[in-house]
């Protein structure tokens, strides 16, 4: 009779005792004083002095539902760049668009760029699609089973969308595709989530739905995230399908304003472009920009928008073309992730930050996103300026270093 192995005890490199843990306090420690103690305790473990992180104007009750463990904030540089003239169907007119970010140099390019769009006439943008997507898998015995059921789901998608509306009513269940591998199947779910970002809404309703199905198609297992919806990560199906808006934005800079405000002509703006799309064909980058994901972060943290969003929207891609008069520039965001609702939005200095753009609150996403699609645009001309004048390192010279005083 074999004797059953002893496990052997691992002892962990370092010992954590119970004064070592977190002080677990009472309603999860969001009032002021509740806040002061936990950060108390943090500076005596830490032997550091947290004066800074633990002064704020903000009311730490607000925090709650946007942070665990609170001991007060970190305060970023917050700067404005602008104006950018806006033609959409949501955002028109002049904008001045908040930005926060340590990077010194980015908002000046950003700020020349909107400039010279504004003295072209205005960006033109275009609010397209506007759907969030959630992707669950369900699993069957064989390739058979999973065939059936993908020829089942589309007959029964007015059932699928009464199961989402028990969950919700700011979000509707718009769409359902499947892709089938071998015998597990993914069904990507299309949402219309209004002014909110959503992933949560979508998740609670989605997972409603995957129950319905499930109760309705005997025989099927399903994990609510199968990783193809591609939430806060870069990738092709972004790119094609999309996620939350997909924006575009384009204009035309003359010849005399490409001169004097972004001292290149159009044939030099255009051969930066074209020789900066060889190198992202070389590195294998999905779609092509200079630095969506700077202005973006900027803004993301300015807003109070779920920064790690950035990820999935800076994917998309920037165009230059020759015109006789100049040059037609455009950017193109297919996975644009933003919010005037719900998260981080509605907290003091983030709310503030949108109410200067008049974006926040109910009926403002598609708005904002245009917004942020010109402003985006206008840091793709900056930049690609820059390198083709050869001013990119004396801009960030003179504004990009924080040189320690003498």
Excluded at 192 to 213: E, F, H, L, P, Y
Excluded at 267 to 281: C, F, K, M
Excluded at 381 to 396: D, L, P, Q, W
Aim: hydrophobic share 40%.
């Amino acid at each position: 009779m074999s004797k059953t192995p002893k496990t052997r005890k691992v002892k962990p490199a370092v010992e954590i005792g119970p004064g070592d843990l977190l002080p677990r306090l009472k309603d999860q420690g969001y009032s002021a004083e509740r806040v002061a103690q936990r950060r108390a305790w943090v500076e005596s473990k830490s032997h550091s002095q947290l004066t800074h992180i633990g002064t704020h104007s903000i009311d730490t009750e607000l925090l709650r539902g946007n942070i665990e463990n609170p001991i007060g904030v970190a305060q970023v540089p917050l700067g404005v760049a602008g104006p950018v003239l806006v033609h959409g169907r949501y955002a028109r007119g002049l904008f001045y668009v908040p930005m926060a970010t340590t990077e010194g140099a980015l908002i000046r390019s950003y700020e020349r760029g909107m400039v010279a769009l504004t003295r072209s006439g205005g960006v033109r943008v275009a609010v397209l699609e506007d759907e969030n997507q959630i992707a669950p898998s369900f699993f069957f015995e064989d390739v058979a089973g999973a065939r059936k059921f993908t020829e089942w789901v589309p007959k029964h998608l007015r059932g699928m969308k009464s199961a989402a509306a028990t969950t919700t009513r700011h979000g509707a269940l718009t769409a359902a595709k499947c892709y089938q591998i071998g015998r597990q199947v993914i069904v990507n779910l299309g949402f219309s989530t209004g002014d909110a970002q959503g992933m949560n809404m979508i998740a609670k309703a989605g997972d409603a739905v995957c129950r319905w199905m499930a109760a309705q198609h005997p025989g099927s297992r399903y994990l609510l995230f199968s990783g193809m919806c591609s939430e806060k990560r870069a990738s092709g199906f972004v790119m094609l399908r999309g996620k939350g808006k997909r924006v575009t934005a384009g204009a035309l800079i003359p010849h005399d304003v490409l001169r004097m405000y972004l001292h290149v002509t159009a044939e030099q703006l255009l051969r930066v472009w074209q020789s900066t799309v060889i190198g992202h064909l070389q590195a294998g980058a999905l779609g092509y920009n200079a630095h969506y994901a700077n202005g973006l972060a900027a803004i993301f943290i300015a807003t109070g928008q779920d920064v790690a969003n950035v990820t999935n929207s800076a994917v998309g891609i920037t165009n230059f073309e020759l015109h006789p008069d100049g040059v037609y520039v455009s950017a193109t965001l297919p996975a644009l992730s933003v919010a005037t609702v719900g998260g981080g939005t509605n907290l003091p200095t983030q709310r503030e930050a949108l109410k200067m753009m008049d974006c926040h609150g109910t009926g403002k996403a598609r708005k904002f996103a245009e917004i942020v699609a010109a402003a985006i645009l206008g840091g793709e001309i900056s930049m690609g300026a820059a390198i083709a004048s050869g001013e990119f390192v004396a801009a960030h010279e003179q504004y990009g270093r924080n040189r320690p005083d003498k």
